[in-house]
């Protein structure tokens, strides 16, 4: 504690002069040669005593402080009171820092004036007289939409009210009598009682809220389909820093700014050694060939191509270094669209980039479940700027197809995805399992990439673009922007200063996905494997009827991509990586294959996940359940694994699916699922998975250039008994390929049609519904109008498994069926229940047609604060 700023206090019970006692004893003497050797503490005293007891005036309480404090601070005791120890006051002069606010500034986009924005921007661009070079044009379009965006949009800090805090006047009026008697009396009783009355007002204002912002879904989920799962997305809390945070010189900090530097450093750091020499030269050698043959672009970027970018761009509010944020893009009037088109080629032509389309805000963000003392356990969220954005979704509708990725890569490409991934690796396992034996076993290995878009070497990437863009122009323009970018992070309130990145393709970037796929694109051809990427997941599998010969083809192929990820520069993480075997011998199961990452065992794992999905040895989506996909998730992918989930596993996972259902819709345990598909107006998952299955074939089918195209094609021969894995993927769609062949239109109006054939064969095939007899009509869209509790109630009258009916209960009570104080009778079915409770009998096709009528005659609430009573 030398070097700290600090106060020592207590009863030591020693006794010394030094600090004005009346005598002096060994242990007085002890402190006081340690403070004389150390020399930077100061005693604090005052010639006064600090204890009386048996008539004895002594001072065996101690104060002592740094010479620096001491200056600052005075010491007294309060006075004789009723103890042996007086009270003792140790006063500091001097100014605590204030605390500084968040200097965050919202804008209410919402109430913006676009009209008088682009009036601003049209007459500032307009007015421009001077010089239309690269930094010019960018200066003049930047200070015109921030000069708009301040006078029409509305922006300014936060101040939170006492509603948006969760209180009303009511509660403020409660804390307010609170602290007035507490100041009083803080011992008082009623103070418990107060606090009991805040929470539980507190506790029914949420309440009210939730119900309402609840009950309000039911009309925003009709235009807006993602407004639930983000609701329910965000009823998980976020994980946020809490205390020191480790720093990779071993020292642990609060400081917010310290930490920000240190994220920064270690992003930068990842980095870093991403290149060799001869790439550099190479690099150089490139640039001023570029520099010296002057090419200019091989056509002038348009309007109409600027135009579409900005459209085809999410309406982001994030600010770029700039200020800037898409949303005011989309609100560019025309001649500012021609404005960005001349600067665009301005800087391309010219090879000048403003220096903020080269830097980047980086958001540190907690990672959930993580341990938030360590910086890896932040995830970085880069913005960049929006123009420089829109320029890069130009350039790559130009050179996508010069730098298309092979068909074994299926992220950030046109009508590739998660589902082909995995249909050409389910499609190659089953194929092998389904061989005449003996059949052929399948060893994956899932490799996983470390800080993949983090490590690309630029010079090796842009040496590789200039030799696959014919436009020169754009290719030096592209060395000029992808090098030596700045990064700078931010850690709460503080920011960190600006560091160079020396590798890497930028996060959060247009081109960054595809300049990844073309940077391994070059995988290598192995003999006996097959290599199947996403992005920087990398899966090999390897089949062979012997599993050894399996094994020793599997490590020659990590041994020969361990050679091309070197040079690469990039790095396989050996302990995240995994090894699987698929094989339908049981004796097989615990064969360990024992591969190795340059000498680090590869983990064996009987289940894995690739891409979302999990696979187990057999091949039998046993850990395929509702408590891993939910809706609308529990479909993902469904066309590379439904078909060879078994009869039993699709039962288990229908429950659990229906379960889902019943929650949400308030059923009872109970309910048939016959019901349940009724009253959710919802096919069952079997057929969810089928026509889900059929649209992706009719996409394959009509696509050019579809991956999975000709996955029947490829199909090996199945042997003719043995166990073996269900149909492959796509298999039961063949037999409508012709009828789809022969249908016109484009791919979206056939699975339009397609879809309402399957709806309408299913319509027609399932049972009748047990309550009515017949097909239910539609429910009357009014009983969305009516509280949670009501609806539930009538969804359970409609299933008849409400406890509103005398029969039902009586089962659940496992008792008889009680008479009926109206009619005597021994019922209590549906019937019976709208017959004798209300004043009118009613029918039970009501419960359809007219909800709110019903719910009136049953006394039931029929709006929010409407608490229900006797029946009409």
């Given at each position: 504690?030398?070097?700290?700023?600090?106060?020592?206090?207590?009863?030591?019970?020693?006794?010394?002069?030094?600090w004005?006692?009346?005598?002096?004893?060994?242990?007085?003497?002890?402190?006081?040669?340690?403070?004389?050797?150390?020399?930077?503490?100061?005693?604090l005293?005052?010639?006064t005593?600090?204890?009386?007891?048996?008539?004895?005036l002594?001072?065996p309480?101690?104060?002592?402080?740094t010479?620096?404090?001491?200056?600052r601070?005075?010491?007294?005791?309060?006075?004789?009171?009723?103890?042996d120890?007086l009270?003792?006051?140790?006063?500091?002069?001097?100014?605590?820092?204030?605390?500084?606010?968040?200097?965050?500034?919202?804008?209410?986009?919402?109430?913006?004036?676009w009209?008088?924005?682009?009036?601003?921007?049209?007459?500032?661009?307009?007015?421009y007289?001077?010089?239309?070079?690269a930094?010019?044009?960018?200066?003049?379009?930047?200070?015109?939409?921030?000069?708009?965006?301040?006078?029409?949009?509305?922006?300014?800090?936060?101040?939170?009210?006492?509603?948006?805090?969760g209180?009303?006047?009511?509660?403020?009026?409660?804390?307010?009598?609170?602290?007035?008697?507490?100041?009083?009396?803080?011992l008082?009783?009623?103070?418990?009682?107060?606090?009991?009355?805040?929470?539980?007002?507190?506790?029914?204002?949420?309440?009210?809220?939730?119900?309402?912002?609840?009950?309000?879904?039911?009309?925003?989920?009709?235009?807006?389909?993602n407004?639930?799962?983000s609701?329910?997305?965000?009823?998980?809390?976020?994980?946020?820093?809490?205390?020191?945070?480790?720093?990779p010189?071993?020292?642990?900090?609060?400081?917010?700014?310290?930490?920000?530097?240190?994220m920064?450093?270690?992003?930068v750091?990842?980095?870093?050694?991403?290149?060799?020499?001869?790439?550099?030269?190479?690099?150089?050698?490139?640039?001023?060939?570029?520099v010296?043959?002057?090419?200019?672009?091989?056509?002038?970027?348009?309007?109409?191509?600027?135009k579409?970018?900005?459209?085809?761009?999410?309406?982001?509010?994030?600010?770029?270094?700039?200020?800037l944020?898409?949303?005011?893009l989309?609100?560019?009037?025309?001649?500012?669209?021609?404005?960005?088109a001349?600067?665009f080629?301005?800087?391309?032509?010219?090879?000048?980039?403003?220096?903020s389309?080269?830097?980047?805000?980086v958001?540190?963000?907690?990672k959930?479940?993580?341990?938030?003392?360590?910086i890896?356990?932040?995830?970085?969220?880069?913005?960049l700027?929006?123009v420089?954005?829109?320029?890069?979704?130009?350039i790559?509708?130009?050179?996508?197809?010069?730098i298309?990725?092979?068909t074994?890569?299926?992220?950030?490409?046109?009508?590739?995805?998660?589902?082909?991934?995995?249909?050409e690796?389910?499609?190659?396992?089953?194929g092998?399992?389904?061989?005449?034996?003996?059949?052929?076993?399948?060893?994956?290995?899932?490799?996983?990439?470390k800080a993949?878009?983090?490590?690309?070497?630029?010079?090796?990437?842009?040496?590789?673009?200039d030799?696959?863009?014919?436009?020169?122009?754009?290719?030096?323009?592209?060395?000029?922007?992808?090098?030596?970018?700045?990064?700078?992070?931010?850690?709460?309130?503080?920011?960190?200063?600006?560091?160079?990145?020396?590798?890497?393709?930028?996060?959060?970037a247009?081109?960054?996905p595809?300049?990844?796929?073309f940077y391994i694109?070059?995988?290598?051809?192995?003999?006996?494997?097959?290599?199947i990427?996403?992005?920087?997941?990398?899966?090999?599998?390897v089949?062979?009827p012997?599993?050894q010969?399996?094994?020793?083809?599997?490590?020659?192929?990590?041994?020969?991509?361990?050679?091309?990820?070197?040079?690469r520069?990039?790095?396989?993480?050996?302990?995240?990586?995994?090894?699987?075997?698929?094989?339908?011998?049981?004796?097989e199961?615990?064969?360990?294959?024992?591969?190795?990452w340059?000498?680090?065992?590869?983990p064996?794992?009987?289940?894995?996940?690739?891409?979302?999905v999990?696979?187990?040895?057999?091949?039998?989506?046993?850990?395929k359940?509702?408590k891993?996909?939910?809706?609308?998730?529990?479909?993902?992918?469904?066309?590379?694994?439904?078909?060879?989930?078994?009869?039993?596993q699709?039962?288990?996972?229908e429950?659990?699916?229906i379960?889902g259902?019943?929650?949400?819709?308030?059923?009872?345990?109970?309910?048939?699922?016959?019901?349940?598909y009724y009253?959710?107006?919802?096919?069952?998952?079997?057929?969810?998975?089928?026509?889900?299955?059929e649209?992706?074939?009719?996409s394959?089918?009509?696509?050019?250039?579809?991956?999975a195209?000709?996955?029947?094609?490829?199909?090996?021969?199945?042997?003719s008994?043995?166990?073996?894995p269900?149909?492959?993927?796509?298999?039961?769609?063949r037999?409508?390929e012709?009828?789809?062949r022969?249908?016109?239109?484009?791919?979206?109006?056939?699975?339009?049609?397609?879809?309402?054939?399957?709806v309408?064969?299913?319509?027609?095939?399932?049972?009748?519904?047990?309550?009515?007899?017949?097909?239910?009509?539609?429910v009357?869209q009014?009983?969305?109008?009516?509280?949670r509790?009501?609806?539930?109630?009538?969804?359970?009258?409609?299933?008849?498994?409400?406890?509103?009916?005398?029969?039902?209960?009586?089962?659940?009570?496992?008792?008889?069926?009680?008479?009926?104080?109206?009619?005597?009778k021994?019922?209590?079915?549906?019937?019976?229940?709208?017959?004798?409770?209300?004043?009118?009998?009613?029918?039970?096709?009501?419960?359809?047609?007219?909800p709110?009528?019903?719910?009136?005659?049953?006394?039931?609430?029929?709006?929010q604060?409407?608490?229900?009573?006797?029946?009409?």
């Open positions: 504690m030398e070097d700290r700023k600090h106060i020592l206090t207590g009863d030591w019970n020693a006794h010394s002069s030094a004005h006692s009346h005598k002096t004893d060994e242990r007085g003497s002890m402190i006081e040669d340690e403070l004389d050797s150390r020399g930077n503490h100061v005693i005293n005052e010639n005593f600090t204890r009386a007891a048996t008539g004895i002594s001072s309480d101690i104060t002592m402080a010479a620096d404090i001491a200056s601070a005075t010491w007294h005791t309060c006075g004789v009171v009723n103890t120890h009270p003792i006051i140790i006063a500091m002069d001097s100014e605590i820092p204030k605390r500084e606010k968040p200097k965050r500034v919202i804008a209410n986009y919402r109430k913006a004036d009209k008088g924005f682009k009036t601003d921007v049209e007459t500032r661009i307009r007015s007289v001077g010089p239309r070079d930094y010019s044009l960018e200066k003049l379009i930047s200070k015109a939409i921030l000069e708009a965006a301040g006078k029409h949009i509305p922006s300014g800090r936060f101040v939170p009210t006492r509603e948006c805090q209180d009303t006047k009511e509660v403020d009026d409660l804390l307010k009598k609170r602290d007035e008697i507490q100041k009083l009396n803080p008082d009783g009623k103070i418990a009682e107060i606090n009991d009355e805040i929470e539980k007002s507190r506790r029914e204002l949420r309440k009210e809220r939730w119900l309402n912002k609840v009950e309000d879904m039911e009309i925003k989920r009709k235009t807006d389909s407004c639930l799962w609701l329910l997305k965000g009823l998980k809390p976020k994980a946020r820093s809490a205390g020191p945070v480790n720093l010189n071993g020292t642990t900090t609060t400081n917010a700014k310290a930490i920000a530097n240190a920064a450093k270690n992003l750091t990842v980095g870093e050694g991403r290149e060799n020499k001869d790439e550099k030269m190479a690099w150089r050698r490139a640039k001023r060939n570029l010296k043959s002057k090419t200019t672009m091989a056509t002038m970027i348009t309007h109409a191509e600027v579409l970018a900005i459209t085809n761009g999410k309406s982001s509010r994030a600010m770029g270094p700039d200020g944020c898409h949303i005011h989309k609100n560019l009037p025309e001649n500012g669209i021609h404005a960005l001349e600067l080629n301005a800087t391309i032509s010219e090879n000048k980039i403003p220096d389309w080269k830097k980047a805000n958001f540190m963000l907690p959930p479940g993580k341990d938030l003392t360590e890896k356990s932040y995830r970085p969220v880069s913005l700027s929006p420089a954005k829109v320029l890069e979704r130009v790559l509708e130009r050179i996508k197809p010069e298309q990725s092979p074994s890569q299926h992220a950030f490409k046109k009508a590739y995805s998660t589902t082909t991934a995995i249909i690796v389910t499609n190659r396992i089953v092998g399992m389904n061989m005449p034996k003996p059949a052929n076993r399948t060893i994956m290995t899932c490799l996983d990439l993949a878009f983090d490590t690309v070497s630029i010079t090796r990437l842009l040496c590789e673009l030799g696959a863009i014919q436009d020169k122009a754009i290719t030096r323009w592209l060395g000029n922007y992808l090098y030596k970018r700045k990064i700078r992070t931010q850690f709460g309130e503080e920011k960190s200063k600006w560091r160079t990145l020396r590798g890497g393709v930028p996060q959060g247009v081109l960054s595809a300049l990844f796929n694109r070059e995988v290598p051809t192995i003999p006996g494997a097959e290599i990427g996403y992005a920087d997941d990398t899966t090999i599998l089949q062979d012997i599993l010969k399996a094994a020793d083809t599997s490590q020659n192929a990590l041994d020969l991509m361990k050679t091309w990820f070197d040079e520069h990039l790095d396989i993480s050996a302990g995240k990586s995994s090894v699987t075997i698929f094989t339908a011998d049981t004796k199961f615990n064969f360990d294959p024992g591969l190795t340059d000498g680090t065992p590869i064996m794992q009987n289940r894995t996940r690739l891409l979302g999990e696979f187990d040895t057999m091949m039998k989506m046993m850990l359940t509702f891993a996909i939910i809706k609308p998730l529990a479909t993902y992918a469904g066309p590379a694994w439904h078909q060879l989930m078994s009869d039993t699709m039962a288990k996972l429950r659990q699916y379960g259902l019943k929650a949400c819709c308030g059923l009872t345990k109970d309910t048939p699922k016959e019901l349940v009253e959710t107006k919802m096919m069952p998952l079997k057929e969810e998975l089928e026509l889900g299955s649209q992706f074939a009719i394959a089918m009509r696509t050019p250039g579809h991956p195209k000709d996955l029947h094609t490829r199909r090996p021969a199945e042997r008994s043995g166990n073996r269900r149909t492959p993927p796509l298999e039961a769609t037999s409508k012709d009828e789809w022969r249908q016109r239109g484009d791919t979206k109006a056939i699975q339009k049609r397609n879809h309402t054939v399957f309408k064969r299913y319509l027609g095939i399932r049972q009748i519904h047990p309550t009515l007899g017949t097909t239910p009509p539609q009357s009014d009983e969305e109008k009516m509280p509790s009501t609806r539930v109630e009538l969804a359970r009258l409609r299933s008849q498994r409400s406890l509103m009916l005398e029969d039902y209960k009586a089962k659940v009570e496992n008792r008889a069926i009680s008479p009926c104080i109206k009619c005597g021994h019922e209590g079915d549906l019937c019976h229940l709208l017959r004798c409770f209300p004043t009118k009998p009613l029918q039970k096709s009501k419960l359809w047609k007219d709110i009528g019903v719910a009136r005659a049953l006394g039931l609430a029929t709006t604060f409407d608490p229900g009573g006797a029946p009409s």
